[in-house]
Every structure is written in structure tokens, then in C-alpha cells.
T-cell receptor
């Protein structure tokens, strides 16, 4: 079974631009979560989508948004990029997401550099 | 709130040494606990997990026991290899939403 895939793997943008990142979950998984990883803040939860609905949201500004499609693929968008948005963005998928013992499986990440 | 505290690194060991990485947590409910590993340039891989008190998770020679009385989930391995060099993250997950709360990560370096 193929793992979680993320595209693109690397991205360079300039301040003020916007960016869209894509995530394809493991087949059969309906929950997709996004995390931001930076050296200063570590791994922080952005949001989670299940059945095309945002079910949970972290403490990030409204410039960060996402969506999920009927095939469970998800995209996240960052508008008006700032230097501090430079990070590794990780996507994780799980079957249903609700049971606390359920495992999230992570993709390789998209590394975003904002200049 | 919910949080995870890991021992600071980097931890530098010689090959075949014993490894312990400490992890303690604070949670408002009854969490599941996880250890993830991140190799250079890659995403996170699940190493092991435990879902209730006194459960022991194990994988690839690594073990961790869910200790509710001490709110801890320390990672151990009897004999580390150079290939174990990576960053190790302890994390918790509660029932309220599919959200992992991570510790800061511990860098492990194993020398031959």
C-alpha cells in the first residue's frame, strides 16, 4: 500500500506570495492532518480534515487554510507569505482520526523557503 | 493544557551503548502515547505506541512503557547502532480531535 505523498517536496517563494501544498493520504484513510515544523517552534498542529470538513484547528492565523476533496486528498494554502512561514510542512493521514489510539502516518513533507 | 517534555539533546553514544530518552507528559484526559523518529531530510515514522497504562510498546529493539503514575513514557534500547542516529519525538493524542501534541525532539548521535 502506498504511503502518504506530498507535492511538491521543495518550494521557494518570496514574501507576499501565496502557496498551495498538496497531500494524498494512504488509500482508505479519511482523516488528513497538517503540521508545521520549524527549528524554533518544533512541530505544531495546523488543522485536520475529515470527510471534506475541517474538524480541528490549531492556533495559526487565517492566512493558513486548507481543504479536502471527496477522494480525501487535501491541500493547504498560505497567503501573503512571511519569512517566518519558512518551514517543513508535514501531512499525516489516519483511518478515521477519532479514536485516541489510532495512528497517524506522515508523509515526507514539503520544505518551504520564503525569501 | 496538554504538553510533552523530552530530555534535551543532543545525546551522543557509542555503538552498542544503552539508550534512554526521557519523556513526561501533562494531559487533561487519558492520552495515547507515541514515539516517532525522523531521519535527516525525511518525514516522521511511527516507532512505537501505547494506548493505556502499563502497556509496553516495542519495535526494532526500542521499548517504552506507559507509566500513568509518573506520567512518563521513556524510550529505551539495549544496544544502539549508527543507523539509529536520528531525531526522536514523543507525542500524545487525546480523544478530543485528531491532534498530536509533540515534545521538542531529542537528537541522537551514535558513533562507531
Amino acid at each position: 500500500k502506498a504511503g502518504v505523498t506530498q507535492t511538491p517536496r521543495y518550494l521557494i517563494k518570496t514574501r507576499g506570495q501565496q502557496v498551495t501544498l498538496s497531500c494524498s493520504p494512504i488509500s482508505g484513510h479519511r482523516s488528513v492532518s497538517w503540521y508545521q515544523q520549524t527549528p524554533g517552534q518544533g512541530l505544531q498542529f495546523l488543522f485536520e480534515y475529515f470527510s471534506e470538513t475541517q474538524r480541528n484547528k490549531g492556533n495559526f492565523p487565517g492566512r493558513f487554510s486548507g481543504r479536502q476533496f471527496s477522494n480525501s486528498r487535501s491541500e493547504m494554502n498560505v497567503s501573503t507569505l512571511e519569512l517566518g512561514d519558512s518551514a517543513l510542512y508535514l501531512c499525516a493521514s489516519s483511518l478515521a482520526g477519532a479514536p485516541r489510539q489510532e495512528t497517524q502516518y506522515f508523509g515526507p513533507g514539503t520544505r518551504l523557503l520564503v525569501l | 493544557g496538554n504538553s510533552v517534555t523530552q530530555m534535551e539533546g543532543p545525546v551522543t553514544l557509542s555503538e552498542e551503548a544503552f539508550l534512554t530518552i526521557n519523556c513526561t507528559y501533562t494531559a487533561t484526559g487519558y492520552p495515547s502515547l507515541f514515539w516517532y523518529v525522523q531521519y535527516p531530510g525525511e518525514g516522521l515514522q511511527l516507532l512505537l505506541k501505547a494506548t493505556k497504562a502499563d502497556d509496553k510498546g516495542s519495535n526494532k529493539g526500542f521499548e517504552a512503557t506507559y507509566r500513568k503514575e509518573t506520567t512518563s513514557f521513556h524510550l529505551e534500547k539495549g544496544s544502539v547502532q549508527v543507523s539509529d542516529s536520528a531525531v526522536y519525538f514523543c507525542a500524545l493524542k487525546l480523544l478530543d480531535g485528531n491532534k498530536l501534541v509533540f515534545g521538542a525532539g531529542t537528537i541522537l548521535r551514535v558513533k562507531s
